[in-house]
């Protein structure tokens, strides 16, 4: 393992963790801190139209809790790898993201080349590297999402 891996890949997993927390908002704003299951089920056992068909289901809630979630790892993956090129080595500089083609052999078109070629870091190898950390933290955070209560 690299020296610096470890510092790394807390930079990619801390955003990517909050997502294990989330709560479906129903409508019921941004600011809101989303709700629970009991809460979704009082929210749709008080809607007579909802409550006809049913979707005060615990399965409705957990699925909504699983796609919103999901939205949210796509998201917070790419705020963890943002931070990682911060820290790393982009701070304020206006540069265009490349393709993450591996192995092109040519820094103008893939980022992996231009990191390895041009900063002079491989970040294919690093990923390589914490592949099972990041599966794990993903398998993680997908079975949190998928249980019909939050975590929190």
């Known amino acids: 393992?690299?020296?610096?891996?470890?510092?790394?890949?807390?930079?990619?997993?801390?955003?990517i963790r909050v997502c294990a927390k989330y709560k479906p908002k129903f409508g019921q704003g941004a600011k809101g801190d989303g709700l629970t299951l009991a809460q979704f089920q009082t929210l749709y056992q008080s809607d007579p139209f909802?409550?006809?068909?049913?979707?005060?289901?615990?399965?409705?809630y957990a699925a909504h809790k699983?796609?919103?979630?999901?939205?949210?790892v796509y998201r917070q993956i790419g705020?963890?790898?943002?931070?990682?090129?911060?820290?790393?080595?982009?701070?304020?500089?206006?540069?265009?993201?490349?393709?993450?083609?591996?192995?092109?052999?040519n820094p103008l078109i893939s980022t992996y080349d231009f990191m390895r070629e041009?900063?002079?870091?491989?970040?294919?190898?690093?990923?390589?590297?914490?592949?099972?950390?990041?599966k794990t933290e993903i398998d993680n955070i997908l079975k949190a999402l998928l249980a019909l209560e939050t975590t929190a």
């Open 118 to 134: 041009i900063v002079g870091y491989d970040l294919a190898a690093f990923f390589q590297r914490n592949s099972q950390t990041l």
């Open 79 to 105: 705020i963890g790898c943002e931070k990682l090129f911060r820290t790393l080595w982009y701070r304020a500089e206006k540069w265009t993201v490349l393709t993450g083609i591996e192995g092109a052999k």
């Open 50 to 60: 909802y409550s006809w068909f049913g979707l005060d289901n615990p399965m409705m």
């Open 66 to 72: 699983a796609a919103g979630g999901m939205t949210s």
């Open 1 to 15: 393992m690299n020296h610096n891996d470890s510092q790394y890949l807390d930079l990619v997993l801390e955003p």
